[in-house]
């Protein structure tokens, strides 16, 4: 079977660099990925997977960080303008865009194994360069502000080739799949409402993968990995009163000040003795004019913790210094959280057998058992729900050489890279259900 894998992918090889190379072109951001979620809609049923998408996919009330209705409408409208299909399109209004896909095998009883992809770009301006690959063969984005500059268009690309092989392998497999579809990793806010829908209800197997990142270059693979960050992600909006600046300052309240007093004292949260903590104010603004007591203040910010409870304590010091600080200039806050994502770590066992399928693989000179993350990625949340539960996980990372790092409007990756990626998860799924 392990032949037949490689030349499967071998096969789909046109089919991988085309949808990659379409779906870099036509990016789209947490919640509205429309097109691309009706791309991978329309393709799993073709193959014959029982879908869930919408409403019965994403709790709508555990979302976070979701555009306004017109805004999504606009999405939805360019969406259908640059091919999706309507009717999957209408599935997901409001932001619905996940969407999972199971497929029964043939070969009698067994665990439930599942995949997780993620479909969001980054809120991002590709660059425009003559050497930038995407923009001298004519792929890179046509979309303002949106740019897959993290490799999940590759990522979408090796779920629909891996969907197709399955497909054709099913009755040599026993148990079944699960395909799931996740938006908005970006921000970490998209595993959360899929978790409430069901996503990974009876799941007992589970991996995610991602090209690149602490795989640095090409050969490398790394089978596992720990310390995910957990994070919470706030917008805070500071309420004040305006006065003028010269007349009457005294009548003022200065939000702005209270942001100020806010920032820095957040950044002097004392670190704990149980690990590694991150709290960073990304973004602070306010105020109306130079002559005008600040009545208003915005700040977006992130905590994160190498646990869970670590995150907790982070937010928990946060929310009293926002309080202190507002207090001391006689201000008010709202919070909104905007995404958060739970810590994990990948199941040894599982970590072995990655490793031990790498090792027939002559793509991988460099082979890495575990690694700590060192950021969060919301795949974690899934696989410490799967796991609680009694079941296995990992995040396989599979190398590459980029033009640079991700997240950087300069990114790009070597395509064909993806072919392992797509080869190793397929051995690792047979590994575990074949007959």
Same mark, same amino acid.
């Given at each position: 079977?392990?032949?037949?894998?490689?030349?499967?992918?071998?096969?789909?090889?046109?089919? +991988?660099?085309?949808?990659?190379?379409?779906?870099?072109?036509?990016?789209? #951001?947490? $919640?509205?990925?429309?097109?691309?979620?009706?791309? %991978?809609?329309?393709?799993? %049923?073709?193959?014959?997977? #029982?879908?869930?998408?919408?409403?019965?996919?994403?709790?709508?009330?555990?979302?976070?960080?979701?555009?306004?209705?017109?805004?999504?409408?606009?999405?939805?409208?360019? #969406?259908?303008?640059?091919?999706?299909?309507?009717?999957?399109?209408?599935?997901?209004?409001?932001?619905?865009?996940?969407?999972?896909?199971?497929?029964?095998?043939?070969?009698?009883?067994?665990?439930?194994?599942?995949?997780?992809?993620?479909?969001?770009?980054?809120?991002?301006?590709?660059?425009?360069?003559?050497?930038?690959?995407?923009?001298?063969?004519?792929?890179?984005?046509?979309?303002?502000?949106?740019?897959?500059?993290?490799?999940?268009?590759?990522?979408?690309?090796?779920?629909?080739?891996?969907?197709?092989?399955?497909?054709?392998?099913?009755?040599?497999?026993?148990?079944?799949?699960?395909?799931?579809?996740?938006?908005?990793?970006?921000?970490?806010?998209?595993?959360?409402?899929?978790?409430?829908?069901?996503?990974?209800?009876?799941?007992?197997?589970?991996?995610?993968?991602?090209?690149?990142?602490?795989?640095?270059?090409?050969?490398?693979?790394?089978?596992?990995?720990?310390?995910?960050?957990?994070?919470?992600? $706030?917008?805070?909006?500071?309420?004040?009163?305006?006065?003028?600046?010269?007349?009457?300052?005294?009548?003022?309240?200065?939000?702005?000040?209270?942001?100020?007093? @806010?920032?820095?004292?957040?950044?002097?949260?004392?670190?704990?003795?149980?690990?590694?903590?991150?709290?960073?104010?990304?973004?602070?603004?306010?105020?109306?004019?130079?002559?005008?007591?600040?009545?208003?203040?915005?700040?977006?910010?992130?905590?994160?913790?190498?646990?869970?409870?670590?995150?907790?304590?982070?937010?928990?010091?946060?929310?009293?210094?926002?309080?202190?600080?507002?207090?001391?200039?006689?201000?008010?806050?709202?919070?909104?959280?905007?995404?958060?994502?739970?810590?994990?770590?990948?199941?040894?066992?599982?970590?072995?057998?990655?490793?031990?399928?790498?090792?027939?693989?002559?793509?991988?000179?460099? +082979?890495?058992?575990?690694?700590?993350?060192?950021?969060?990625?919301?795949?974690?949340?899934?696989?410490?729900? %799967?796991?609680?539960?009694?079941?296995?996980?990992?995040?396989?990372?599979?190398?590459?050489?980029?033009?640079?790092?991700?997240?950087?409007?300069?990114?790009?990756?070597?395509?064909?890279?993806?072919?392992?990626?797509?080869? +190793?998860?397929?051995?690792?799924?047979?590994?575990?259900? @074949?007959?």
């Amino acid at each position: 079977m392990s032949d037949v894998i490689h030349k499967k992918i071998e096969d789909l090889t046109p089919y +991988i660099y085309a949808m990659r190379r379409d779906l870099h072109k036509h990016p789209e #951001a947490a $919640w509205t990925e429309f097109r691309t979620a009706s791309i %991978v809609a329309k393709r799993l %049923v073709e193959l014959g997977y #029982a879908l869930t998408i919408g409403k019965d996919a994403v709790s709508k009330k555990d979302m976070m960080g979701v555009p306004k209705p017109d805004v999504l409408k606009r999405h939805q409208e360019r #969406a259908i303008e640059q091919g999706a299909d309507p009717k999957f399109v209408a599935l997901m209004d409001g932001g619905l865009t996940g969407m999972w896909a199971d497929l029964p095998c043939g070969g009698g009883p067994g665990p439930k194994f599942a995949l997780r992809f993620d479909l969001d770009s980054n809120d991002a301006e590709e660059c425009a360069l003559p050497e930038h690959k995407p923009f001298k063969e004519g792929f890179s984005s046509i979309n303002k502000g949106a740019m897959h500059a993290c490799g999940h268009d590759g990522h979408v690309a090796v779920g629909l080739a891996v969907a197709e092989v399955l497909a054709g392998m099913k009755d040599q497999l026993k148990g079944s799949i699960r395909l799931i579809f996740q938006p908005a990793e970006e921000g970490v806010r998209g595993a959360g409402p899929m978790v409430e829908a069901g996503c990974c209800e009876d799941v007992d197997l589970i991996v995610g993968a991602h090209i690149g990142f602490q795989a640095a270059k090409k050969g490398d693979i790394v089978c596992g990995a720990k310390g995910f960050l957990a994070t919470t992600k $706030w917008d805070v909006r500071i309420i004040g009163k305006s006065a003028h600046a010269g007349a009457a300052p005294q009548e003022g309240k200065n939000a702005l000040l209270a942001a100020c007093a @806010a920032t820095t004292n957040l950044h002097a949260i004392a670190r704990h003795g149980e690990g590694a903590t991150r709290i960073t104010v990304g973004r602070l603004e306010g105020g109306q004019g130079r002559n005008v007591i600040p009545p208003n203040a915005f700040m977006a910010l992130e905590t994160r913790g190498v646990t869970s409870e670590l995150d907790a304590y982070m937010t928990t010091e946060a929310t009293r210094i926002l309080k202190a600080a507002t207090d001391m200039w006689d201000c008010t806050y709202e919070v909104e959280v905007m995404g958060g994502t739970k810590s994990g770590e990948s199941s040894l066992e599982m970590v072995s057998k990655v490793r031990e399928i790498a090792q027939t693989m002559p793509t991988f000179s460099n +082979i890495m058992d575990i690694k700590d993350f060192g950021a969060s990625e919301d795949f974690s949340h899934m696989m410490a729900v %799967v796991q609680r539960n009694g079941g296995l996980g990992t995040y396989i990372q599979v190398g590459t050489d980029k033009t640079a790092g991700h997240h950087n409007d300069h990114f790009d990756f070597e395509e064909e890279d993806l072919l392992p990626m797509a080869e +190793i998860i397929l051995k690792v799924v047979n590994a575990y259900l @074949a007959k």
